[in-house]
């Protein structure tokens, strides 16, 4: 049984910093892109950032190049997101997700 659990949201104040993690079980985690998404309220899910299998290649939405980083520890089989000079417009529920599997997500709020 597939499982992602993602931690680590929380409230924080404008640019401070964040780091989730998603804990993933039921599949071979070394073998598959992983993506971080979020959602804001009344607004569509965005793809946040993507890293591969190995975690060589790396890709960012715009809106957060330069401030996040995933990356991902494929012994332990988790995946992070470092999140770094927050701003409020970064207020979602944080996805972690396979091409197939999504987790239920964890809040962060940004406080201005």
């Known amino acids: 049984q597939v499982q992602l659990v993602e931690s680590g949201g929380g409230l924080v104040q404008l640019g401070g910093s964040l780091r989730l993690s998603c804990a993933a079980s039921?599949?071979?985690?070394?073998?598959?892109?992983m993506r971080w998404h979020r959602q804001a309220p009344g607004k569509e899910r965005e793809l946040v950032a993507t890293?591969?299998?190995?975690?060589?290649?790396?890709n960012y939405a715009d809106s957060v190049k330069g401030r996040f980083t995933i990356s991902r520890d494929n012994v332990k089989n988790a995946l992070y997101l470092a999140m770094n000079n927050l701003k409020p417009e970064d207020t979602a529920v944080y996805y972690c997700?396979?091409?197939?599997?999504w987790g239920q997500g964890t809040q962060v709020t940004v406080s201005s």
């Open positions: 039921g599949f071979t985690f070394s073998t598959v892109v």
């Open positions: 890293i591969s299998a190995g975690g060589g290649a790396t």
């Open positions: 997700s396979t091409i197939r599997y």
